[in-house]
């Protein structure tokens, strides 16, 4: 698989060298790897996160990103019956 890194797809080479620091990568080819491999991790992660008990309106606004985001809405009721 080939990637366009040229012209206006240079700002690509950057992000590839900063993600592969974050994740202590040495090439651009395992920084794509294991970026992919957090987000499917981290995708199912965020997902248990919205139905934990401690979650808040606050705490889904922190983890949301540009790709995604989390909204999360408290919601109470009463019914009374007869």
């Known amino acids: ?26 090439t651009r080819s395992g920084a794509i790897d294991a970026s992919a491999q957090f987000t499917e991790e981290m995708m199912k992660n965020l997902d248990r996160a919205m139905d934990h008990p401690d979650m808040t309106p606050e705490l889904a606004a922190l983890l949301s990103m540009s790709q995604v985001e989390l909204e999360y809405e408290i919601q109470s009721g009463v019914n009374i019956s007869d």
């Open 1 to 26: 698989m080939r990637i366009n890194t040229s012209d206006k797809y240079e700002w690509r080479t950057d992000l590839y060298d900063r993600v592969g620091d974050l994740l202590n990568e040495s």
